[in-house]
Nanobody, 116 residues
Framework: QVQLVESGGGLVQPGGSLRLSCAAS????????MGWYRQAPGKQRELVASITSSGTTNYADSVKGRFTISRDNAKSTVYLQMNSLKPDDTAVYYC??????????WGQGTQVTVSS
């Protein structure tokens, strides 16, 4: 069974940083694209950032210049480096991947809370 497992969430003060990791149970070349979504209470799930197998990235306007998505092919892991965090970034963050061009896969989610 194909799995995406997130880690790295937690509580951080405004202005702080966190790095999320998403480990795939298979080679991440099987997933294209991969990305991070988030869902805050009472809001719809939204795309935060995505990355293709060729390394092309895409970001939501709200995180441009603060978040960076990257991938380590050898470790089958995708990362989301989040800097200058704001309270509005508080949400459950989900890893997403399109497996073999047809199957949508989601991780279980990891909570990120930005609060003083």
């Amino acid at each position: 069974q194909v799995q995406l497992v997130e880690s790295g969430g937690g509580l951080v003060q405004p202005g702080g940083s966190l790095r999320l990791s998403c480990a795939a149970s298979e080679s991440i070349f099987s997933f294209n694209p991969m990305g991070w979504y988030r869902q805050a209470p009472g809001k719809q799930r939204e795309l935060v950032a995505s990355i293709t197998s060729s390394g092309t990235t895409n970001y939501a306007d709200s995180v441009k210049g603060r978040f960076t998505i990257s991938r380590d092919n050898a470790k089958s892991t995708v990362y989301l480096q989040m800097n200058s965090l704001k309270p509005d970034d508080t949400a459950v963050y989900y890893c997403h991947g399109l497996y073999l061009a047809r199957h949508v896969c989601w991780g279980q989610g990891t909570q990120v809370t930005v609060s003083s």
